[in-house]
């Protein structure tokens, strides 16, 4: 079985300053992991993914997170938030492989205030 | 390019009512997944058609919910009757094959509303 636990539902930030996301995940087998962001009114985005390469990833838009087994983390940061970031953002854990299942955090909104 | 396409944005319907929620995927996507987020609550999978086929449909959560890909484009889920814990965000995506996660194209969803 597979879980994410997001451990912040909302966070809040100032402008320029640095971000971070909290996730935690359970897998049995080497999971694969993934950020998405979603805006207002938009689709979800895929942000980053780590899929058992190098466990520094980096995505779009300057985010990047850190794969720790040790932890069974993956958090999602960026070294200076900007107004456009505003959004709310998820954790998902997938079996590395593939398949269908993704199995999702409960999301963690991101507000970033002048 | 144009992406995947969810209709309506935005659904309020009374309990006891139907309603049919629409997906248009990216075209030449085989695979098309349905997902659901009820407020508060993660986004959990419904189920994933391989062009008209349901592939898997373990995450349908009653017989109340019905997915139809007719000719392997467009999607349906119809809801009859709704219910009050069937409020919340309807996700669809496509992908073109099954196993790239990375690939899965989401649309923007459909807000359902029951009251």
């Known amino acids: 079985a597979q879980s994410v636990t997001q451990l912040d539902s909302h966070v809040s930030v100032s402008e320029g300053t640095p971000v971070l996301l909290r996730c935690n995940y359970s897998?049995?087998?080497?999971?694969?992991l993934f950020w998405y962001v979603q805006h207002p009114n938009k689709g979800l985005q895929l942000l980053l993914k780590?899929?058992?390469?190098?466990?520094l990833v980096k995505g779009i838009n300057g985010f990047e997170a850190e794969f720790k087994k040790s932890e069974t983390s993956f958090h999602l940061t960026k070294p200076s938030a900007h107004m456009s970031d505003a959004a709310e953002y998820f954790c998902?854990?997938?079996?590395?492989?593939?398949?269908?299942?993704?199995?999702f955090g409960t999301g963690t909104q991101l507000k970033v205030e002048l | 390019e144009a992406g995947v396409t969810q209709f309506p944005s935005h659904s309020v319907i009374e309990k006891g009512q139907t309603v049919t929620l629409r997906c248009d995927p990216i075209?030449?996507?085989?695979?098309l997944y349905w997902y659901r987020r009820v407020m508060g609550k993660e986004i959990k999978f419904l189920l994933h058609?391989?062009?008209?086929?349901?592939?898997?449909e373990s995450g349908m959560p009653n017989n109340r919910f019905l997915a139809e890909r007719t000719g392997g484009t467009y999607s349906t889920l119809k809801v009859q009757p709704a219910e009050l814990e069937d409020s919340g965000v309807y996700f669809c995506?496509?992908?073109?094959?099954?196993?790239?996660?990375?690939?899965?194209?989401f649309g923007s969803g459909t807000r359902l509303t029951v009251v």
């Open positions: 995506a496509s992908s073109q094959d099954s196993w790239g996660v990375a690939q899965r194209i």
């Open positions: 897998s049995s087998y080497s999971p694969s």
């Open positions: 780590y899929t058992s390469a190098a466990t």
């Open positions: 998902v854990v997938t079996l590395t492989g593939g398949g269908n299942k993704l199995t």
């Open positions: 075209s030449g996507h085989d695979n």
């Open positions: 058609f391989v062009k008209e086929s349901k592939q898997d």
